[in-house]
């Protein structure tokens, strides 16, 4: 997390770190569990400590362990608790692991219980008050929309898809989800963007937690190395 900090358009008080990385937090775990309570295929499952997304795919990107808050008490069982949902129907998972995490020592216990650790994400934070859009990025040859109809959607998809993402994603989540999700006005917006009518760049922002989080920011690998990204973060 940086070590900028912000200030709301309601007050001038300065909004400290610690407040930052909450709103952070908050904002990651609703795009991580957006989806689940509306379509078949996922399963939501609140505890007062953890929180868990299941599926019917037999993939992790679908299947994930969010926000567990254990106590040095309850850790290790806790630990076997959510291992035993994925268990029981011999599904791969996810334990996403962030600075506000507790006990301590999650991690360690976490690599004793058998876990492994496959990557670092890294969450940043600009102030919008005083930002100003750089048109020193501004492509002319690409066409951004907000993805709320079935082509745009596919194409959405697609993209995410060749940096990576389940294949599985349009089909078993994104088509059956309820259009409210991502339609004008919804929290989530999806955005795509064409040059010469090719999906070469995508990117999610979410509205919550006073955070305009910006997500999935992904450029087709054939299509890199243009300003692509770039052009992208500064339209959403």
């Known amino acids: 997390f940086s070590k900028n900090y912000l200030d709301t358009s309601m007050s001038t008080k300065k909004i400290t770190d610690e407040e930052i990385k909450k709103a952070m937090d908050a904002n990651m775990h609703l795009l991580m569990t957006y989806f689940a309570k509306h379509v078949p295929a996922l399963e939501l499952i609140f505890e007062p400590d ?3 997304v299941r599926s019917d795919i037999a993939d992790n990107y679908f299947n994930l ?19 035993s949902l994925f268990q029981e129907k011999k599904l791969p998972f996810s334990l996403e692991l962030s600075p506000l995490d507790t006990p301590s020592n999650l991690k360690e216990l976490l690599i004793e219980s058998g876990f492994s650790i496959v990557g670092d994400s890294y969450g940043m934070s600009l102030e919008l008050d005083t930002w100003e859009r750089n048109n020193a990025h501004f492509l002319p040859d690409l066409e951004f929309f907000h993805a709320q109809q079935p082509a745009t959607l596919r194409d959405f998809s697609k993209v995410i898809v060749a940096i ?10 994104l088509s059956k989800a309820p259009e409210v999700l991502y339609k004008d006005g919804a929290a989530l917006e999806m955005h795509i963007a064409y040059a010469n009518r090719i999906p070469v760049v995508a990117g999610v ?23 692509y990204g770039t052009a992208m973060v500064e339209h959403l």
């Open 164 to 173: 990576g993402e389940s294949p599985k994603f349009f089909e078993d989540v």
């Open 65 to 83: 362990v969010i926000s567990p808050r254990f106590t040095k008490e309850n850790a290790k069982e806790r630990i076997q608790y959510v291992m």
């Open 50 to 52: 953890v929180t868990v």
């Open 205 to 227: 922002v979410l509205f919550h937690a006073n955070v305009a989080g910006i997500y999935y920011l992904s450029t087709d690998p054939s299509h890199r190395k243009k300003g």
